[in-house]
T-cell receptor, first 112, second 114 residues
Framework: AQSVTQLGSHVSVSEGALVLLRCNYS??????LFWYVQYPNQGLQLLLK??????LVKGINGFEAEFKKSETSFHLTKPSAHMSDAAEYFC??????????FGTGTSLTVIP | DAGVIQSPRHEVTEMGQEVTLRCKPI?????LFWYRQTMMRGLELLIY????????DSGMPEDRFSAKMPNASFSTLKIQPSEPRDSAVYFC????????????FGNGTRLTVT
């Protein structure tokens, strides 16, 4: 069975501090991995994706994520948090047949 | 690119009424997904279509829910009769039918059933 686990439903960081949002997946086949961000009253927006090739993926707004097959992880990081980063973040896995599996989300709070 | 367009943005209705949510996917996309988001259950996949054909509707809660995709540029999600527990934000998303193609979400319809 495929699943996505996001550790920590709520994460708080100080402005300027490192952001680390964790995502682990289970999949019987190599997955494609995505991070989405959701701002209040909006839909989910794609932050970045990993399909093949380089395991360190850079996305919008200074975010990046690294695919680690041995750890079945795809953690999202940003070196320095901004107030505008406060949002809900979702990790997702895509498998053959266009099947998507989403994590339960992590709410990021940035403290001034 | 106008993105995925959903209407209405907000819908308030009384229990027992029929509700129809509408979605226009991104032009050229051939997969369409309906999701429901609530605080309690998070993001749930209701149904998805590939090339206008329903592929997986196992997430549709019950027979009160139905979805159609009569053509590549339009889909509806209907709830009849609606119940207060259907209150949620309903999202439509579209993509290409390849596993590495990301989903593009609309801004959702916030449904309140009183």
């Amino acid at each position: 069975a495929q699943s996505v686990t996001q550790l920590g439903s709520h994460v708080s960081v100080s402005e300027g501090a490192l952001v680390l949002l964790r995502c682990n997946y289970s999949s019987s086949v190599p997955p494609y991995l995505f991070w989405y961000v959701q701002y209040p009253n909006q839909g989910l927006q794609l932050l970045l994706k990993y399909t093949t090739g380089a395991t360190l993926v850079k996305g919008i707004n200074g975010f990046e994520a690294e695919f680690k097959k041995s750890e079945t992880s795809f953690h999202l990081t940003k070196p320095s948090a901004h107030m505008s980063d406060a949002a809900e973040y979702f990790c997702a896995v895509s498998l053959a047949g266009n099947q998507f599996y989403f994590g339960t989300g992590t709410s990021l709070t940035v403290i001034p | 690119d106008a993105g995925v367009i959903q209407s209405p943005r907000h819908e308030v209705t009384e229990m027992g009424q029929e509700v129809t949510l509408r979605c226009k996917p991104i032009s050229g996309h051939n997969s369409l997904f309906w999701y429901r988001q609530t605080m309690m259950r998070g993001l749930e996949l209701l149904i998805y279509f590939n090339n206008n054909v329903p592929i997986d509707d196992s997430g549709m809660p019950e027979d009160r829910f139905s979805a159609k995709m009569p053509n590549a540029s339009f889909s509806t999600l209907k709830i009849q009769p609606s119940e207060p527990r259907d209150s949620a934000v309903y999202f439509c998303a579209s993509s290409l039918v390849t596993s590495n193609s990301p989903l593009h979400f609309g801004n959702g319809t916030r449904l309140t059933v009183t």
